[in-house]
């Protein structure tokens, strides 16, 4: 697994690609939290990063499916997963090789980000009340959101040998899981009960609540599940492609 997870680091970053996606994340939330006027904290009068928690989900919704599009499709292409599946290796060992490394470049996006926090503790006026504890939980949020797309991410990319489709299914799907299920619990049909179950099957109702600075046992049991379950989806539609290609 250790060799996998080596490998995925060094084929991201062995191209321009991989540099070019983080700095574009932290330029795209740079501009859109201090440079853009609807969105800019400077704007507001308040010394918080709530900006940077409701608009750092959209842009991994792009961001992280670009990481993850060509992990298994570009073993498919090369014909190096059959060569993977003849090693002594598990097929949970690839999967989590896979997805440990991409969890990296994310964590390695994110982490500059901290910067943010910096400016804002520097910009206010009393640093003593800024609510480190919600700020704390955002990026735990954020970190988890993180995991469930790339997992999703990699499910995505074991069905297919081509990247851009990859990408496509992982966007797609991603935003199904954040906003979709929220979406469909404002029909009226919906409302008096069966509207709050569906807000539950959905990523942004435990981001949120994750988001408030309090780990309740319940969203770390959902992204726990949902991310196993699409590890889960990957290590089957592996075996099932290596399966149909023999």
């Known amino acids: 697994m250790l060799a996998i997870f ?8 062995s191209s321009i690609t991989g540099y ?3 700095i574009l994340f932290l330029l795209a939330n740079g501009l859109l939290l201090f440079v853009f ?9 308040y010394a918080n990063l709530d900006p940077l928690f409701d608009l750092a989900p959209l842009i991994y919704l792009l961001l992280i499916p670009a990481i993850t599009m060509r992990s298994f499709a570009d073993e498919f292409k090369t014909g190096t997963m059959e060569l993977l599946s003849t090693k002594p290796l598990s097929w949970w060992q690839i999967v989590m090789g896979k997805f440990l490394g991409s ?7 994110l982490l500059p980000t901290v910067v943010y926090y910096v400016a804002i503790r520097q910009l206010s006026t009393n640093p003593q009340q800024l609510d480190n504890g919600g700020i704390l939980g955002s990026y735990t949020g954020l970190f988890l959101l993180g995991a469930a797309f790339t ?12 990247a851009m489709i990859a990408f496509l299914i992982a966007v797609f799907t991603s935003f199904i899981f954040y906003n979709g299920f929220d979406a469909l619990s404002k029909i009226p049909g919906f409302s008096g009960g069966a509207d709050y179950y569906l807000q539950m099957a959905g990523i942004k109702f435990h981001y949120t609540s994750v988001s408030r600075g ?10 726990v599940s949902l991310i196993s379950l699409m590890l889960y989806l990957t290590k089957l539609s592996l075996q099932r492609k290596l399966w149909q290609n023999s």
């Open 214 to 223: 309090v780990l309740d046992s319940r969203d770390i049991v959902y992204f």
């Open 37 to 45: 006027p609807d969105t800019s904290l400077l704007d507001t009068g």
């Open 103 to 109: 969890m990296l470049v994310v964590a390695i996006s």
């Open 20 to 22: 070019v996606a983080i």
């Open 151 to 162: 997992a999703i991410g990699l499910w995505s990319s074991s069905l297919t040998s081509n």
């Open 6 to 13: 080596k490998k995925e680091i060094n084929q991201f970053f």
